[in-house]
């Protein structure tokens, strides 16, 4: 099949059935499209568009065949063949029989097209039976469908008045060719059609025409031309026996075939293929088909002529002698030549073609025709180039699209790429999520960059696949080991804190699968907070879309004073869940947070899932210990100088691992309990700005022996099997003197304290689960090794 039929099947899934429907007909059949109207293309990938489409629209192939037939006379008119159509008969039988001669003048522009031939026998007023012969098999529905496209758009029988039956065909074996039989309402102009009555005798006939006709007349009938001109105004003609063996050829068929020089006899079918009509070559079936088209084609060079064929009496002039009973066939024909490279392929010149023949004028058209056809040829491969550029183009341009979606709101995106600023909006209720790993620091220390860059990748990968099931959430930015989500501003969300809990949940889950360097799962700690913020992008060069408000920041400190594996919200963010009742929440009280004051806060641990590694809190490590480290400081600021009755207030490491941090002595964003004494006004050690250094040397003076804190603290060690941790607030307000004597209380206790068990719990936030973690994520405690 040349292209064009493959780009008229395309267009007439695309029209009538949608573009979803093309397709899924070329991802199923396998087809590659992009096809150039002149060039051949395999006849089994058009088979396979055809079988696969009718499989895909539950229709079989010779329904959707038809259908084709009927679209493809429509699709023809647009491509603006309508006035050639209407000019090839005035009726449907004188179309039909014109119909080979607009295929044989469309095989000049497309000489890969193997066209179909069609004859009509037994024309009638109401029927007549149509013969199609074609090479290639089951495509008798398009000669059904074209039928009634073209009765239709030409002869105004639309509807059912035109029917067409088929009578034999190849299918059955019946014959070797489809013979239709097509009914329509009576027709005047076809009353009097019938085939020619012809007579081999042409004696006879011109005998009975003189003796009706006047003298002059009978003797005009009677004229007789010479051979030689006769060879010269016909250079292309044959004349056959009743064997269809050549008896003469003319001048040009002489010179260009050696098999017919000076030879009679010759057997046409040893010098010519008969291309048209598909037909057998030979006289009985030749004389039935006086009233077509012949084209012959030469074996050896390929040259083609084109002509009728003509019953004549043989000898072809009587005057010789010899009685013209003998029955022959007479070819006048001439060459068919695409154009001036034909011509010279073949030998021919313009010279060689008689003046009449119309042939001098098609050849020098042609070369402008064949100039205009390989451009048009041209313009295909760039159009098709070009589609197949754009397709490309397109989808770089979405995978662009897509990535620069996920750094930026699609809104925002929009702004910046039309060169426009995207103004900041105000959004007054939102909500905002923080999360970061707990031991990050020692993680970080015990593993190397890529492994903990492996990390994070991991993790962040998990966490961002799970927040495309959250379409209202958007995910601001990653610093480090912070996750920052926010709800209810980019997507409208009523329940912005809810989605946002719930992804809180998932997030705990999603960790508990990623394994850390140190061979435990990965464990976080949320914070979330609900309040008006402003969104906009700052900068020019690599924008970023940012919050801004208090809400960020109050977000980050619910995030710094939450306990590991849990989820701490504030009492606004609580205010905004509309189904409570879904989630674990239990109160946790009034807590200091810095920078805020007091804040009644609530957390909600993850619910533990059947088979789903533990999500709940491990023993707290040595930085969340509380001690009484304060009190016995400030009892010793009062002891009498040389006494060697201390109280000392050393707490035991908390291994329980529910509600670990009470309300009253939950640690402050410096790391300190926020119930204890450290730095009031009720130590007079610590508020009296003095520097202590009698105390300074009375404990240095004392032996480990008699040293109460030292004794105190290798007792405790004993009884807990874990050190005791005296814990001091770096951020009280202590005079000098005073800090040398808590560095003094520090060292003494270290030298009881595992090195390696002092960073294992919270890496840069040694502060622990309450320990705070300032704006921009510096650690804050004591204890920092």
């Avoid at 979803?20 to 096809?35: D, K, N, P, Y």
């Avoid at 088209?293 to 083609?304: N, R």
């Avoid at 951020?731 to 060292?747: D, F, P, T, Y």
Wanted: glycine residues 10%; charged residues 20%; contains cysteine.
């Amino acid at each position: 099949m040349i292209g064009w039929i493959n780009i008229s099947v395309e267009s007439f899934v695309r029209e009538k059935f949608g573009d979803a429907v093309w397709e899924q007909t070329l991802s199923t059949s396998g087809v590659q499209a992009g096809w150039v109207s002149s060039c051949p293309y395999p006849d089994a990938a058009t088979y396979g568009l055809v079988i696969t489409a009718s499989s895909i629209l539950g229709v079989t192939p010779a329904q959707a065949l038809e259908a084709y037939g009927v679209y493809f006379v429509e699709y023809t008119a647009r491509l603006g063949y309508e006035k050639l159509l209407k000019s090839l008969g005035s009726n449907m039988a004188e179309f039909l029989k014109n119909l080979n001669d607009l295929h044989l003048h469309l095989g000049m522009s497309f000489p890969a097209m193997a066209a179909p031939a069609f004859k009509c026998t037994d024309v009638g007023p109401t029927c007549l039976t149509l013969h199609y012969h074609s090479h290639r098999p089951a495509l008798g529905p398009i000669v059904v469908g074209v039928l009634k496209g073209l009765a239709e758009q030409y002869w105004g029988l639309g509807g059912d008045q035109l029917q067409v039956e088929l009578l034999r065909g190849r299918d059955d074996g019946s014959d070797d060719h489809e013979v239709f039989r097509v009914s329509y309402p009576h027709q005047a102009a076809l009353q009097h059609c019938g085939p020619p009555a012809a007579s081999v005798d042409g004696s006879q006939a011109a005998g009975s025409a003189a003796s009706t006709a006047s003298p002059a007349a009978a003797a005009a009938r009677s004229f007789t031309l010479n051979p030689n001109d006769f060879y010269q105004l016909f250079p292309f003609h044959l004349l056959l026996d009743r064997s269809c063996r050549v008896v003469q050829a003319g001048a040009m068929l002489e010179r260009l075939l050696p098999e017919l020089r000076g030879q009679s006899g010759v057997p046409l079918g040893d010098v010519f293929q008969l291309k048209h009509p598909h037909r057998p070559l030979d006289f009985e079936t030749v004389t039935r088909e006086l009233d077509n088209i012949f084209v012959l084609k030469a074996h050896v060079s390929g040259l083609e002529l084109k002509g009728q064929m003509v019953a004549v009496p043989l000898p072809l002039h009587p005057g010789a002698g010899c009685p013209a009973t003998q029955e022959g066939l007479l070819f006048m024909g001439t060459a068919r030549l695409a154009g001036l490279d034909d011509m010279r392929h073949h030998g021919i010149f313009i010279s060689d073609i008689p003046h009449h023949d119309i042939n001098r004028d098609y050849v020098l058209l042609a070369e402008q025709r064949q100039a205009e056809a390989q451009l048009q040829e041209r313009l295909e491969y760039l159009t098709r180039e070009l589609k197949d550029t754009n397709s490309r183009l397109d989808e770089e341009r979405r995978r662009s699209d897509r990535l620069l979606y996920q750094m930026l709101p699609p809104e925002v995106a929009s702004c910046l790429k039309n060169e426009e600023r995207a103004p900041a909006q105000e959004h007054p209720e939102a909500t905002v999520l923080f999360s970061d790993i707990v031991g990050f620091t020692e993680i970080a220390s015990r593993s190397s960059p890529l492994e903990v860059c492996s990390l994070l990748d991991e993790l962040y990968q998990r966490f961002d696949g799970a927040i495309e099931e959250y379409p209202q959430l958007y995910k601001v930015e990653t610093i480090g080991d912070a996750y920052m989500v926010v709800c209810n501003v980019t997507v409208p969300c009523d329940d912005h804190a809810d989605v946002l809990l719930e992804f809180a949940l998932r997030m705990h889950e999603e960790a508990s699968r990623v394994a850390s360097s140190l061979g435990e799962p990965v464990r976080i700690r949320v914070g979330m907070h609900s309040g008006p913020v402003v969104a906009g992008v700052v900068g020019r060069k690599m924008p970023r879309f940012c919050l801004f408000g208090d809400t960020v920041n109050t977000a980050s400190r619910m995030e710094s004073h939450g306990e590991a594996g849990q989820i701490h919200i504030s009492e606004a963010c609580y205010s905004c869940l509309r189904s409570k009742e879904r989630f674990e929440i239990r109160e946790r009280g009034n807590i200091t947070v810095k920078g805020k004051g007091t804040m009644r806060t609530f957390l909600i641990a993850p619910a533990q899932r059947p088979g789903s590694p533990s999500l709940s809190r491990r023993p707290a490590r040595a930085s969340t210990w509380h001690s009484s480290a304060r009190d016995c400081v400030a009892d010793l600021s009062r002891l009498p100088s040389g006494s060697a009755n201390y109280s000392f207030s050393i707490a035991q490491p908390p291994f329980t691992t529910a509600n670990s941090t009470s309300a009253g002595a939950t640690k402050t964003d410096e790391g300190s309990p926020s119930g204890g004494t450290m730095g009031s006004p009720s130590s007079p050690l610590l508020n009296s700005g003095g520097d202590g250094r009698a105390m300074s040397r009375q404990l240095r003076a004392m032996s480990p022996s008699t040293n109460p804190l030292a004794s105190l603290a290798s007792s405790a060690s004993r009884k807990f099997s874990q050190p005791a941790l005296v814990r001091v607030s770096s951020g009280s307000q202590i005079g000098r003197g005073e800090g040398q004597l808590l560095s003094r209380l520090e060292s003494m206790t270290l030298a009881r304290t595992s090195s390696g068990f002092l960073g294992s719990d919270g890496g840069s936030r040694e502060a622990g689960a309450g320990g705070g973690r300032e704006a921009g994520g510096r650690p804050s405690g004591a204890l920092n090794s």
